[in-house]
């Protein structure tokens, strides 16, 4: 019997495709609930260690300068060896550190392995959004990844939650290494059970099962074409409005759990709960947003369904965070703030399908580029929070400088081309799907 062939993502059927979103989004949830552990065990990690909020801004901004560093060459890994290889090794590496953090005794060895933390951690959402670009159709993208986001999102919320009582009842060590556990147990997993493409028996038509015994043949051969991203306005456009989003969400996953408990003089168990409330809007507002993108897109508005809701989510969170700073009480604060992560996570459920869009079979390292810039604003607000907040002595020009960034974002969103890819690609129609042909198109291309 001949090996199955390598086939497009009409060849699979629909359960599944449906399967590996499925899939992406419990290794979304586990990677997010591994990182925001840290959050949830500041206050407990701070006593033990000795280590006071400036210093702990280090540890935060570690984990963020090294998801930085990492991201592209994950990126290309991804476009190179395939997602099936790739994400296997990062979630088992991010897994090792993540144990390794509940083995630290000092300030040095915390921020070297926060720092190979993000090394590790860097490659999932870029080699998660590789595999759904090779597994889903163009029509059923955005809420494809939309899901993948929504995981993170809920691994969050559900970890501010946890954690303290987790810490309360094992201690921070213990709670990193049965993180670690289980992100071991999901690479094996993955590993095992996927391949980087669907596959088609010899006579063409769908293989019915998702992990044939194929070869896994590399996307990518010839030279990177660099030029082209460095020549593509599109390119620039993406990457700075992501930066903007992720300037003020890094909050939710940094200071916002320790910052209600010091300005509001919360329980360590009522700001987790309080801070999980903007993830859980965020999670509604990658499921509604990406719904939405796959909506508008189906109807023949390619360039609308990638443009509207980025453009309403970044208005609505400038509103929100100039207002979230004079709120009196917790339960305000957190509204505004809620507001504001609702608003983001719009514009995140357009920022990864339209890196498809305009990446192509270079997705991964795309959306590796995007990332990156949103590990660096994560970095920028881990750091300057604290700083602004200390030198002001309240939270008011962190946000104003948020809001700021926000409305140059919103503005990029109206040049951003998601019809204009990277590479000169040939026509690949998917079958049975509406396709829009906007008048601005250069070239038609969906894979």
């Given at each position: 019997m001949s090996l199955p062939q390598s086939a497009s993502p009409s060849s699979a059927s629909s359960r599944q495709r449906w399967t590996v979103v499925c899939t992406l989004v419990v290794v979304s949830f586990l990677t997010i609930l591994a990182r925001i552990g840290i959050s949830g065990a500041k206050v407990e990690m701070a006593r033990d260690l000795g280590i006071g909020d400036l210093t702990f801004g280090l540890v935060f901004g570690a984990f963020a300068f090294g998801y930085a560093v990492f991201m592209v060459p994950c990126g290309l890994l991804a476009d190179r060896w395939g997602p099936r290889k790739s994400l296997a090794l990062s979630v088992f590496f991010w897994s090792v550190f993540t144990l390794c953090t509940g083995l630290a005794y000092g300030i040095a060895a915390l921020v070297a392995i926060r720092f190979l933390f993000g090394l590790a951690e860097a490659g999932v959402f870029p080699q998660a959004t590789r595999a759904l670009h090779n597994w889903t159709l163009p029509r059923d993208r955005g809420l494809a990844l939309g899901l993948l986001n929504m995981g993170s999102r809920l691994g969050a919320a559900v970890g501010l939650v946890l954690a303290p009582v987790c810490v309360a009842w094992l201690g921070w060590r213990q709670s990193f290494v049965l993180l670690g556990v289980f992100g071991v147990l999901w690479a094996g997993i993955w590993f095992w059970w996927f391949r980087d493409e669907p596959a088609t028996e010899a006579n063409g038509h769908p293989s019915t099962v998702i992990s044939p015994p194929a070869r896994n043949i590399p996307a990518i051969k010839e030279q990177f074409p660099w030029r082209a991203f460095l020549e593509s306005p599109n390119f620039y456009l993406i990457l700075y409005q992501y930066f903007a989003s992720q300037f003020t969400f890094f909050v939710c996953f940094s200071w916002l759990l320790p910052f209600l408990r010091t300005r509001y003089g919360l329980t360590s168990n009522a700001?987790?709960?309080?801070?999980?409330?903007?993830?859980?809007?965020?999670?509604?507002?990658?499921?509604?947003?990406?719904?939405?993108?796959?909506?508008?897109?189906?109807?023949?508005?390619?360039?609308?369904?990638?443009?509207?809701?980025?453009?309403?989510?970044?208005?609505?969170?400038?509103?929100?965070?100039?207002?979230?700073?004079?709120?009196?009480?917790?339960?305000?604060?957190?509204?505004?703030?809620?507001?504001?992560?609702?608003?983001?996570?719009?514009?995140?459920?357009?920022?990864?399908?339209?890196?498809?869009?305009?990446?192509?079979?270079?997705?991964?390292?795309?959306?590796?580029?995007?990332?990156?810039?949103?590990?660096?604003?994560?970095?920028?607000?881990?750091?300057?929070?604290?700083?602004?907040?200390?030198?002001?002595?309240?939270?008011?020009?962190?946000?104003?400088?948020?809001?700021?960034?926000?409305?140059?974002?919103?503005?990029?969103?109206?040049?951003?081309?998601?019809?204009?890819?990277?590479?000169?690609?040939p026509n690949l129609i998917e079958s049975g799907a509406p396709v829009p042909r906007p008048r601005f198109t250069l070239y038609e291309r969906s894979t």
């Open positions: 700001a987790g709960i309080y801070s999980s409330i903007p993830l859980c809007c965020g999670a509604v507002a990658m499921w509604g947003g990406g719904t939405a993108v796959d909506w508008i897109y189906r109807r023949g508005r390619w360039r609308l369904s990638r443009r509207l809701p980025a453009m309403l989510g970044f208005g609505l969170a400038t509103a929100s965070v100039l207002a979230a700073p004079f709120m009196p009480s917790p339960r305000w604060f957190v509204a505004c703030f809620a507001l504001a992560t609702f608003g983001l996570d719009l514009t995140v459920s357009c920022s990864w399908p339209v890196c498809c869009d305009v990446g192509g079979r270079y997705s991964g390292t795309l959306s590796a580029a995007m990332n990156t810039m949103g590990a660096l604003g994560s970095l920028a607000s881990s750091m300057l929070f604290p700083l602004l907040l200390g030198w002001t002595g309240n939270s008011r020009t962190y946000f104003y400088l948020a809001a700021f960034l926000n409305v140059v974002a919103l503005g990029c969103w109206k040049y951003i081309e998601p019809a204009r890819s990277l590479i000169q690609e």
